[in-house]
């Protein structure tokens, strides 16, 4: 990726972790989290009771995110088994995205109040880390040599900082920003389907294979 470095369009790149940086990120996680509980911040579980106790997040709204994920992979199974565009494959796809519009919504708010735990927080100054320790030029060399430096470039250039957390937050949680992940939607998926045969010649078409007829035993008579 390109980001702006001293007013320069310049090409750089996250390298792979050496074990003595893992180690260095695993301890660096720690010694956040350990100030973050000393300082009185909740941990998740103990959010998650306090959210339960003030109606902030309830057990019900937990349940409800799995129960729209059985609805979803149900109706999403239903729908792949269609062969065309019908009035019952579009009531699937609008119930599919109504509920999958409702987890999102619900996860967003349980994300939002889960970040300012002492995992939360630990989590992201575990990522800010990562950027100082291997964010590079193409050549290898280390753009942030310390915290000072890393705060300053984020203040100066928030556009291009927030492009890079985005790419080192997907690298250290195993989340793939360059990936579309609508692909993988059944409802997608089905109607990328049914637009791709309609440009098929007829030939290629899909053809349903005839019944096999069970041949008439002759008559021994």
């Not at 790149?13 to 893992?22: G, L």
């Not at 579009?90 to 619900?106: P, V």
Request: proline share 2%; aromatic share 8%; net charge negative.
């Amino acid at each position: 990726m390109d980001i702006k470095l001293e007013g320069k369009n310049t090409g750089v790149k996250f390298t792979e972790p050496n074990q003595s940086q893992i180690f260095e990120l695993d301890k660096f996680y720690r010694k956040i989290f350990s100030e973050c509980i000393r300082e009185g911040i909740m941990t998740e579980a103990e959010a998650k009771k306090r959210f339960a106790s003030t109606g902030a997040w309830t057990t019900d709204e937990e349940a409800e995110i799995q129960t729209l994920i059985q609805k979803i992979a149900y109706n999403s199974a239903k729908l792949l088994i269609l062969e065309e565009m019908s009035p019952d494959a579009g009531k699937l796809i609008d119930l599919i995205q109504e509920d999958r519009s409702s987890m999102f919504e619900l996860i967003s708010r349980k994300t939002e109040l889960l970040s300012n735990t002492s995992e939360g927080m630990a989590n992201e100054q575990k990522v800010f880390k990562y950027i100082s320790l291997c964010l590079c030029t193409e050549d290898g060399h280390r753009i942030f040599d310390s915290e000072e430096s890393l705060e300053k470039y984020a203040v100066d250039n928030r556009d291009d900082f927030s492009t890079v957390v985005q790419k080192a937050y997907s690298l250290v949680y195993g989340i793939d920003s360059e990936k579309d992940i609508t692909e993988d939607w059944a409802e997608v998926q089905f109607l990328s389907n049914i637009s791709a045969d309609k440009h098929k010649p007829k030939e290629q078409k899909k053809k349903k294979s005839p019944k096999k007829r069970t041949p008439k035993k002759k008559s021994s008579k």
